[in-house]
């Protein structure tokens, strides 16, 4: 299982950015699969999950409104536009693979299988 | 929204079992899941569903969970397992949350 993204930059407060996720040795539209982030020398929070179908997403409140998750399975690939970005999103943005096609979390299928090793995003003038 | 709490830090001999908790409000109810996350590295699954230990972590590490707190243990603790734990369960207002985070030294 690999999972690596791509698309950290150096964005202005206001901007915008798309981060990419491209996975392999699974069968990703199999799958739920996840966006998290962890400010440096911080704690984990989790930004976005989305079903194997697209039909079910979720989205923290922090970034509610202002990031928008999806996924193209033709192409084995999880993406996170985020948009109105400021200070407070700067951070190592992880993406992470569920452990099935569940995304009911009552029933304890919410939880990080596997992770990539991150992209940074830093926002700052 | 739904929070749980970790002790910033926990210390311990090498051999000796160490005892990283986690509480919430009727956080027994829930699923909670633990990682591992070393320094410069991603954090990786060491429990699941409570009490599950996925594929190639040791049988030293061993947990539960019941009416306000989870429990993450780990039995004759190895330098090795020096690290931050995570918890990690799930909440209504926010779907997924993760605890503060605990810093296991191995001393």
């Known amino acids: 299982v690999q999972l690596v993204e791509s698309g950290g930059l150096v964005v202005q407060p206001g901007g915008s950015l798309r981060l990419s996720c491209v996975v392999s040795g699974f069968t990703f539209d199999d799958f739920t699969m996840y966006w998290a982030r962890q400010v440096p020398g911080k704690g984990l929070e989790w930004v976005s999950l989305?079903?194997?179908?697209?039909?079910?997403?979720h989205t923290a409140t922090s970034v509610k409104g202002r990031f928008t998750v999806s996924r193209d399975n033709s192409k084995d690939s999880l993406f996170l536009q985020m948009n109105s970005l400021t200070t407070e999103d700067t951070a190592l943005y992880y993406c992470?693979?569920?452990?099935?096609?569940?995304?009911?979390?009552?029933?304890?299928?919410?939880?990080?299988?596997?992770w990539g090793r991150g992209t940074q995003v830093t926002v700052s003038s | 929204s739904y929070d749980v709490t970790q002790p910033p830090s926990v210390s311990v001999s090498p051999g000796q079992t160490a005892i990283i908790t986690c509480s919430g409000d009727?956080?027994?109810?829930?699923?909670v899941s633990w990682y591992r996350q070393k320094p410069g590295h991603s954090p990786i699954l060491v429990m699941y569903q409570d009490n599950k230990r996925p594929s190639g972590i040791p049988e030293r590490f061993s947990a539960s969970n019941s009416g306000n707190t989870a429990t993450l243990t780990i039995s004759g603790t190895q330098v090795m397992d020096e690290a931050d734990y995570y918890c990690q369960t799930w909440g209504s207002a926010t779907l997924i949350v993760f605890g503060g985070g605990t810093k296991l030294t191995v001393l």
């Open positions: 989305i079903s194997w179908d697209s039909n079910v997403i």
């Open positions: 009727e956080l027994g109810d829930k699923y």
């Open positions: 992470a693979k569920g452990p099935n096609s569940v995304s009911d979390c009552g029933g304890g299928s919410c939880y990080f299988e596997s």
